[in-house]
Every structure is written in structure tokens, then in C-alpha cells.
T-cell receptor, first 112, second 110 residues
């Protein structure tokens, strides 16, 4: 059982480049989330989805986009990367109504 | 806006000691509260989930309590071990998805 899988694990981008962080879960969870974690800080919510075709902004959505075309996949798109987007990005999923949350291992992004 | 605060930010204890980590939140209208563990360079692992109607949850040497009316939770770790060294994060879910505290970094010294 793979759980929540994130790719890539590490990436270095130049300012202005774009990229997509991939997230896939095999637990048939309705809810999926993208968080970012900066050093010494807690996690901040970027976007979330309560089901295929539905997405909502979190606390820090600027500079990011998401889509949810299937239950399994929830990619996070960074357009015009900026140094402020240097962070560790975590994808998580959970079943409806339980509050449970399962996290991926994270994707470490550096923008230079 | 929900805010979650964890005290202390860091804690170092000798092996075998019992310890308490604290979490407070500003909006008591929550559905649940969770405690997570994060090892360096890793993702988060859920330790205990307390629904708003519950007062505590236990798993092995871990016990988490919830006082929703005062906006507080504690994580009690009994007989600490070096393997308990990690960052512990508290998170609450209410009308918005999980809001996290900044965590407590725990070091258990052998």
C-alpha cells in the first residue's frame, strides 16, 4: 500500500521557471491538501479539494494553481517561480468525515 | 482566524522522564484536534486524533487531552525514550481544514 506519493522529492528552479509537483494517493480518499512548511514554522495550507472537480484556496494560494480531475491525483502547479516559494511542500489526503490525514514524504523546492 | 500556539518551542529531557507538551487554540469551535510527529526530512505521522466530543485519547505511552472550552490540549509522553526525539505538531480542524502550530522540538538524551 503506497499511501500518498509525491514527486519529485527534490527540485531546484530558476526564478521565473514553472513546474508541477505531483501527488497521488491510492486510498480512495475524497479530501486532498497541499501544505508548505518553512523552517521553524508550522504548515500553511495552499489549496485543498473535497472531491474530484472541486478545489478551494487555503491560507497562501498566491503563485500556485491546482486541479483535481481524478480522485487519486492532485497536482500543484507553480507559475513564475520566486525565491519566496522556496519551501518543503507536503501533500496529504483523508477520508470524508473522520478528520484523519495521511501525509506524503514531501517535496523540497529551491528557487534561485 | 484560528491560531494554534505550542509551548515550549524546544525541549530537552533525560531518558525515562515523563513530559508534557502544550497546545492552545483561539477558536473553540473545532471538529477535532490531532497530534502529529515529524522526523527530520520526513512527512508527518498522525499520533492521536481527538474528536470535539472526546476528552482524551491514549496510544501506548502517549496520552492526549482536550479541553475545548478553554482552547487547550496536552500531549503526555510517559517514560520517554531517545526514539521519541522528533518535532511534535498540534493541529485543529474547524470550519477550515487543519491549522497547525509551529511544533515542539523534543530531544530525549540517553
Amino acid at each position: 500500500n503506497a499511501g500518498v506519493t509525491q514527486t519529485p522529492k527534490f527540485r531546484i528552479l530558476k526564478i521565473g521557471q514553472s513546474m508541477t509537483l505531483q501527488c497521488t494517493q491510492d486510498m480512495n480518499h475524497n479530501y486532498m491538501y497541499w501544505y508548505r512548511q518553512d523552517p521553524g514554522m508550522g504548515l500553511k495550507l495552499i489549496y485543498y479539494s473535497v472531491g474530484a472537480g472541486i478545489t478551494d484556496k487555503g491560507e497562501v494560494p498566491n503563485g500556485y494553481n491546482v486541479s483535481r480531475s481524478t480522485t487519486e491525483d492532485f497536482p500543484l502547479r507553480l507559475e513564475l517561480a520566486a525565491p519566496s516559494q522556496t519551501s518543503v511542500y507536503f501533500c496529504a489526503s483523508g477520508p470524508r468525515g473522520t478528520g484523519e490525514l495521511f501525509f506524503g514524504e514531501g517535496s523540497r523546492l529551491t528557487v534561485l | 482566524k484560528q491560531e494554534v500556539t505550542q509551548i515550549p518551542a524546544a525541549l530537552s529531557v533525560p531518558e525515562g522522564e515523563n513530559l508534557v507538551l502544550n497546545c492552545s487554540f483561539t477558536d473553540s469551535a473545532i471538529y477535532n484536534l490531532q497530534w502529529f510527529r515529524q522526523d527530520p526530512g520526513k512527512g508527518l505521522t498522525s499520533l492521536l486524533l481527538i474528536q470535539s466530543s472526546q476528552r482524551e485519547q491514549t496510544s501506548g505511552r502517549l496520552n492526549a487531552s482536550l479541553d475545548k472550552s478553554s482552547g487547550r490540549s496536552t500531549l503526555y509522553i510517559a517514560a520517554s525514550q531517545p526514539g521519541d526525539s522528533a518535532t511534535y505538531l498540534c493541529a485543529v480542524e474547524g470550519n477550515t481544514p487543519l491549522v497547525f502550530g509551529k511544533g515542539t522540538r523534543l530531544s530525549v538524551i540517553a
